[in-house]
């Protein structure tokens, strides 16, 4: 299978973040605006979001904001600073 046809995603820093589905039709927002917008983004009954327990993000925002990524190599690649903590040892 090609990679763009490949589907899958990864969460490069998965510590205390989930996938959840969005069981119901409350009224909840993404906790991230695109920017210029001026709005957050309603969160619709089973819309697939990360969810930390304290914060959602819509998928959209999720991989704009690279909490989320579809490189499966992301872990071999310079490791986005905003994302990832620092290597222990630089030498
Ligand atoms: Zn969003």
Redesign the pocket.
């Known amino acids: 299978m090609s990679p763009s046809h490949d589907r899958r995603l990864y969460v490069p820093h998965p510590e205390n973040w989930a996938i959840k589905t969005k069981a119901s039709f409350d009224r909840e927002y993404?906790h991230?605006k695109f920017p210029g917008d001026e709005h957050y983004?309603l969160l619709v009954g089973g819309e697939l979001h990360l969810d930390n327990g304290e914060q959602k993000?819509?998928l959209?925002?999720a991989l704009r904001l690279e909490m989320l990524t579809a490189d499966r190599m992301y872990w071999q690649k310079g490791r986005a600073a905003n994302v990832l903590p620092p290597p222990d040892n630089e030498t």
Do not use: L
């Open positions: 993404c991230a983004h993000y819509c959209d925002c």
